[in-house]
């Protein structure tokens, strides 16, 4: 199983980003998806959660309200759209799946590569 994160970048505060998460290596019936962040010298914190047939969605109380998080099992990909996009925000994003949804990092057995966004003030 491969995820591969996309859609990072650079932006102004109050702006937006969708980042995307394409699964390969396996079919997405009854797959969990996470995205989770990391900012420098922080810790890992988790962003939010889709589980892919119930379509169960939830998500960190720091972003709830400005990100949305969906997926199209055509194209086996899992979005974060964020938007109203502020400094703190600034982190590496990570997609990770498995096949338990939760809010803690040890639920998710596959993890992909980081995708940096960075908001400036």
């Known amino acids: 199983v491969q995820l591969q994160a996309s859609g990072g970048g650079l932006v102004q505060a109050g702006g937006s980003l969708r980042l995307s998460c394409a699964v390969s290596?396996?079919?997405?019936?009854?797959?969990?998806l996470g995205w989770f962040r990391q900012a420098p010298g922080k810790e890992r914190e988790f962003v939010a959660a889709i589980s892919w047939s119930d379509i169960i969605t939830f998500y960190a109380d720091s972003v709830k309200g400005r990100v949305t998080i969906s997926r199209d099992t055509t194209k086996k990909t899992v979005y974060l759209q964020m938007n109203s996009l502020k400094p703190e925000d600034t982190a590496v994003y990570y997609c990770?799946?498995?096949?338990?949804?939760?809010?803690?990092?040890?639920?998710?057995?596959?993890w992909g590569r980081g995708t940096l966004v960075t908001v400036s003030s």
């Open positions: 990770a799946g498995g096949t338990y949804y939760g809010r803690s990092s040890e639920r998710y057995t596959q």
């Open positions: 290596g396996r079919t997405v019936s009854g797959y969990a």
